[in-house]
């Protein structure tokens, strides 16, 4: 496919978004040209909705006017229209494992990193401050009204809103240290997950370590001390380029990579799983316990049924040998029983069919 109708590309989102960083990484590490728009409040969000059905942030523009949203279908489309450098691994195996920890990075470890970004007034101040003036610099209203509605808005809809109890908060941090640890252990043997290049594994962790914990002041003092190999992880991402990493990838799934596969099996699986039973009841709301954290009045959501649906397809995507090496990591893990517990899931027919051209199912609303 010719590149002249592609780029550059034109991304809508906030210099500070978790998903907004994740596909700058992306575009930086594939080498693709692109060009960045803060989507304010009332100049770019009615065009981004109705274009992409959502105004979830990023969203994408590409030179021949047509738009796109949702990263992890964003990346893949790109991969496959523009496929050199890969950054998805060629090795099926390790595609599937990358493709899941992306998935992982993505949808549950958003819950940490919303948590202490607007849980605590030392990080909402930071946050609302820096969203009142970059995606509301055009709504008429003095600053603080601004970061007032911003911060009760986020705390509503993705700290207490979105199931964590405050007796229930140390839990949720201790995900945010072990994924330290677990990441630590490995980014001072190597410099990226599969070795001496980046890839999509790295492209997914990138979303909340960049521009949240990395970022945000509560957890980026936590890293700055008892991480820093992550840390400057992070730093290297964001200035690599495939096409100057000439390493090589290490052999199949790399053993450290068990603890992060453990927390997959023992959390958010678990997780996906209740989320299922919640939309299958028509359950706006439910409350669960997972790795012995208690969420309670946790928000459904039909676009996690159909992550779950998307991890059974990259699965059965594999041939008969890569299946059986496979299931027993996960099972060796504690991810394979919750990966098939509901056989059958209540996905609406078509949905996300349209994506990365047109969301479906809300995701993640404008502000993070």
Known sequence: MSTDSLFPVTVYGSSISYFTGKLENYFRIKG??????ALTERQHSRLVRDNTGSTQMPALQLADGRWMTDTTPVIQWFESAYPAPAVIPVDPLQRFFSLLLEDYADEWLWRPAMHYRWYYDEGARFASCHLAHELAADVPAPAAVKRWAITRRQRRGYTAGDGIVPDQVPGVEAIYRRMLEQLEAIFRK???????????????????????????PIPA??????????????ARLWNARLQDCPGAALQGIPGDWGPILDEVGSHYLPYLCANVDAVASGQKRFDVEVGGVRYKGARWSKY?????????????????DDQHTAEALLRQHGCWEPLWRQRQLP???GLCGRLPFHADAKMIDVYQ
């Not at 693709?32 to 728009?37: D, N, S, V």
């Not at 190597?190 to 945000?216: K, N, T, V």
């Open 190 to 216: 190597r410099p990226f997950l599969l070795g001496e290049r980046p890839s999509l594994a790295d492209i997914g962790f990138s979303g909340p370590i960049f521009r949240h914990f990395g970022l945000d």
């Open 32 to 37: 693709i040209p692109y060009r960045f728009q």
């Open 347 to 349: 996905i609406e027919p």
């Open 221 to 234: 003092e936590i890293m700055r001390q008892q991480a820093p190999a992550v840390f400057e992880w992070a």
């Open 304 to 320: 996690r049924v159909w992550c779950l649906q998307q991890l059974r397809g990259h699965f059965e995507a594999l041939d008969a």
